[in-house]
């Protein structure tokens, strides 16, 4: 199955492609990210994600292209559970599942579509947190609460930020407000 998604992103004045394919066995997501910015001024971002048939990452590839630099991330999950970053075996990340890229609502949907939560239903959760504009990964953790059909709750915890997404049947961000819109 093929799937593809567009966003608009409303803090960097941004624009999102995106394919994910998924088969039996695993999903990969490709998507570019074109943006200008009063902040950054113009930029580009591209990011695979090759998750299990469960929706967990298990590996990233991301690249920024920014008007003076150029940043490139490459996460490996291996089978110990420990994360490679380019290489490189992070302690600090071990334990997370999910990655969250702050620069598109796609990552919003791994955990969605993993945790499968009822409505009610709440947990915190272990994550890779991405940002490759500013060339950072550290582990974050992360509350979804399941509020209803398709919205979902989402906060930082300890809660410094918090949004309602909503999302459409299957499970994709249509709606993170004032960050995100599909198109």
Known sequence: METTLAWYGLEYNSREECTVKETRSRISI??????KSSLLDFFTIEYKLI??????????????VLITDTHHVRLQKQ????????????H???GCIDTDIPNTPLTNTLPIKRLNL??????????????ILFNLVRPVKQRYTRL???????ENVP???EAVIKVDDQ?????????FVTR
């Open 148 to 154: 209803g059909q398709n919205e979902y709750k989402y």
């Open 51 to 64: 998750l299990n048939s469960k929706w967990e990452s298990i590996s990233v590839e991301s690249s920024a």
């Open 159 to 161: 809660n410094d930020f």
């Open 79 to 90: 089978e110990n559970g420990h994360w490679l970053v380019n290489g490189e075996i992070n």
């Open 171 to 179: 499970g994709f961000v249509i709606n993170y407000p004032g960050l």
């Open 118 to 131: 009822n409505i009610g239903e709440s947990q915190i959760i272990d994550v890779v947190y991405l940002d």
């Open 30 to 35: 490709n998507s570019e990210i074109y943006a």
């Open 92 to 94: 600090e990340l071990d």
